[in-house]
């Protein structure tokens, strides 16, 4: 009597920059029969790297991560036409990351703080075509504001955020220490900021950066 064919497992790449966190949520897919983790990175651009390599069906990712941001990291498979889906897990429930991921074509938005099994049951609704949204974090997104920030803004404001000042900034994104403030002092107006330091606060607590 012949067996049946097993379908192949859902293979995913885990990115995320916390170690224990990344151990845990190996430990907890790898669990699942038909969910197979293939790769792990501890950023983003090592996650497009490995996306490049393995083409993985999903990619599960937070957003804020060094080097690349989750965001950033599916807009670039996105632009690369890699096949393979993102789905956001984070701590971060905020509508405007919500909104951008969606932008940038994210399949699925969850909290870390979700049951093992609502996460496995959420790849297998990506992998299978269609979407999966925290409603809590639908609700948020509904509620939050319009992000204001170009891309180029959100970048500037994001290192300024970090400590950098503007002529460190201007070697990083390879543009003049003047164009860095113009960029600045845009991003401070329209958020009603009194400096960059609040300017950074606000659009990261919104979810903007």
Avoid at 98 to 107: E, I, S
Avoid at 115 to 132: C, Y
């Amino acid at each position: 009597m012949r067996s049946e064919m097993r379908p192949s497992p859902i293979r995913i790449v885990i990115a995320e920059d916390q170690a224990l966190v990344l151990g845990a949520l190996a430990a907890l897919l790898g669990l699942e029969d038909d969910i197979a983790v293939v790769g792990t990175a501890g950023n983003g651009k090592d996650a497009l790297a490995l996306c490049r390599e393995l083409r993985p069906d999903i990619v599960l990712t937070d957003v804020e991560m060094p080097q690349m941001t989750g965001l950033e990291l599916a807009a670039r498979l996105a632009a690369d036409r890699l096949p393979c889906k993102v789905v956001i897990v984070t701590t971060f429930a905020r509508g405007g990351y919500l909104r951008r991921a969606l932008d940038a074509g994210v399949r699925g938005y969850l909290l870390k703080d979700a049951p093992a099994e609502t996460l496995a049951a959420a790849i297998r609704q990506v992998a299978g075509g269609a979407k999966a949204i925290a409603p809590e974090l639908a609700l948020e997104s509904w509620n939050a504001g319009q992000d204001p920030l170009s891309e180029r803004e959100r970048q500037v404001l994001r290192l300024a955020g970090e400590g950098k000042t503007s002529g460190e900034i201007a070697k990083l994104v390879h543009l003049s220490e003047g164009t860095v403030r113009n960029y600045l002092s845009e991003a401070i107006s329209k958020l009603q900021a009194s400096n960059r330091i609040e300017a950074y606060r606000l659009a990261r607590n919104a979810g903007w950066l």
